[in-house]
């Protein structure tokens, strides 16, 4: 996953966007054009639904609203996404078939951000990652990683304190306890980051909250990509659920 994540996360997508009510789309067609120019074998899978006339391409739940599920595999690993079926930004009963076929597109798209591309605009940022000639952002590209000369911490085999997250304030303390090695506290690290922000996110019942904890968590989350893209997405896809959640008001 971490390849695939370093190749469509550090793609510009902006040109191949449009904004309708206050919502920003990705063309579907532009997505997976590029997404096979790097993946050839990537395929799709629309979910079909049992109907009361046969197979259909959405499901209704109890109170009579559709939803339709896509899956996206790339190379040996795959993404599957629940989306509602929308008019506008409301939720609907009773789907016309361009409403269904809209939502099945977006739905795949929403996959393809699981992978990296166009995740930003998800998670609020107006463009991806610098490259890698940039300090100040993560880096996506594939290179050999090696510590900066001008920091002295200790090689991967050397221990160090175990350390306590402080989910307030986001900062580390190294009380004088168990002994790590450098990859087990960073492991902890952001085991601890995920862990805190699905409880917090959980807690939110507006989608302007959920955008001040991530602008808030940004810095976090791109020291965190620079070592581990995996446990940066999944701490991204975190407030990509919770958005989604509470913009269709299922939270």
């Excluded at 190379?75 to 009773?94: C, M, Y």
Aim: proline share 6%; charged share 25%.
């Amino acid at each position: 996953m971490t390849n695939i994540w370093q190749t469509l996360s550090c793609i510009d997508v902006n040109k191949h966007t449009e904004k309708k009510q206050g919502m920003t789309y990705l063309s579907w067609a532009w997505a997976w054009g590029i997404v096979k120019d790097s993946f050839p074998n990537a395929s799709f899978e629309k979910h079909q639904f049992d109907g009361p006339n046969g197979k259909r391409p959405y499901m209704i739940d109890e109170h009579g609203f559709a939803f339709v599920m896509v899956t996206v595999r790339i190379e040996d690993d795959e993404q599957t996404e629940i989306l509602p079926v929308l008019n506008g930004n409301k939720a609907v009963q009773s789907p016309n078939s361009f409403q269904i076929n809209t939502a099945l597109q977006r739905c795949m798209v929403k996959c393809l951000a699981y992978f990296g591309l166009g995740h930003y605009i998800y998670a609020g940022e107006d463009l991806p990652p610098e490259d890698d000639n940039d300090t100040t952002q993560v880096q996506t590209v594939a290179v050999e990683k090696q510590d900066p000369p001008s920091q002295q911490s200790p090689a991967p085999s050397e221990p160090v304190h175990e350390f306590v997250y402080d989910s307030k304030t986001t900062e580390i303390s190294l009380p004088q306890t168990t002994e790590m090695t450098r990859e087990q506290l960073d492991e902890k690290h952001d085991r601890g980051v995920w862990q805190d922000m699905k409880s917090r996110l959980r807690q939110m019942k507006h989608v302007n909250n959920v955008h001040t904890l991530f602008e808030s968590m940004k810095p976090k989350i791109q020291d965190i990509k620079q070592r581990n893209p995996e446990a940066a997405q999944q701490i991204v896809k975190l407030f990509l659920d919770a958005e989604d959640k509470l913009t269709t008001g299922e939270a």
